[in-house]
Antibody, heavy 119, light 108 residues
Framework: QVTLRESGPALVKPTQTLTLTCTFSGFSLSTSGMCVSWIRQPPGKALEWLARIDWDDDKYYSTSLKTRLTISKDTSKNQVVLTMTNMDPVDTATYYC???????????WGQGTLVTVSS | EIVLTQSPATLSLSPGERATLSCRASQSVSSYLAWYQQKPGQAPRLLIYDASNRATGIPARFSGSGSGTDFTLTISSLEPEDFAVYYCQQRSNWPQWTFGQGTKVEIK
């Protein structure tokens, strides 16, 4: 059974750095062709893809957010970490992690974690 | 960036009716398009991948069609649990995946 769970602060201040952790089970990021993506959704708005890390440690980022994002993995802990620097109120959103097979689509998603950016 | 435009924004239908949702891409995405269903307070659920393939466990009343720039999600006969927001997503332009703005299917 594949499960993912996001964790991190519910509230961050503007200019701070956000660190989110995705803890998963039911698959391994050391398996060839396996990847994990981060996707966010501002309240009442559409989804936005942020980043992806692959089993071979290749990393990909949204062009518009590339300078602010870092994705990493700890295969032994079954975790993927996303950091986003210089947070702004427009970054208020629910952040999801999702299993993403290579050449596929996000097929299993975590329940999401709401991050509010406010002073 | 490939822009996905979904229409209509809201679809008001009754249970048992047929729902037809559209997703138009600003440039060809071949068949690299997926559809997701999202209910309030829940994560999106993958319904259709590569334009016309049902994901695991998805009922046969959901079907997808199209290629290039024009895609359609059809729900043949709406069940009460199908009232939700539906999003399309393209993976043609890697690594700039994009989503549509969503179509809400509501009870008439």
């Amino acid at each position: 059974q594949v499960t993912l769970r996001e964790s991190g602060p519910a509230l961050v201040k503007p200019t701070q750095t956000l660190t989110l952790t995705c803890t998963f089970s039911g698959f391994s990021l050391s398996t060839s062709g396996m990847c994990v993506s981060w996707i966010r959704q501002p309240p009442g708005k559409a989804l936005e893809w942020l980043a992806r890390i692959d089993w071979d440690d290749d990393k990909y980022y949204s062009t518009s957010l590339k300078t602010r994002l870092t994705i990493s993995k700890d295969t032994s802990k079954n975790q993927v970490v996303l950091t986003m620097t210089n947070m702004d109120p427009v970054d208020t959103a629910t952040y999801y992690c999702a299993r993403t097979p290579l050449s596929g689509y996000p097929d299993y998603w975590g329940q999401g974690t709401l991050v509010t950016v406010s002073s | 960036e490939i822009v996905l435009t979904q229409s209509p924004a809201t679809l008001s239908l009754s249970p048992g009716e047929r729902a037809t949702l559209s997703c138009r891409a600003s440039q060809s995405v071949s068949s690299y398009l997926a559809w997701y269903q999202q209910k309030p307070g829940q994560a999106p659920r993958l319904l259709i991948y590569d334009a016309s393939n049902r994901a695991t466990g998805i009922p046969a009343r959901f079907s997808g069609s199209g290629s290039g720039t024009d895609f359609t999600l059809t729900i043949s006969s709406l069940e009460p649990e199908d009232f939700a927001v539906y999003y399309c997503q393209q993976r043609s332009n890697w690594p700039q995946w994009t989503f549509g703005q969503g179509t809400k299917v509501e009870i008439k």
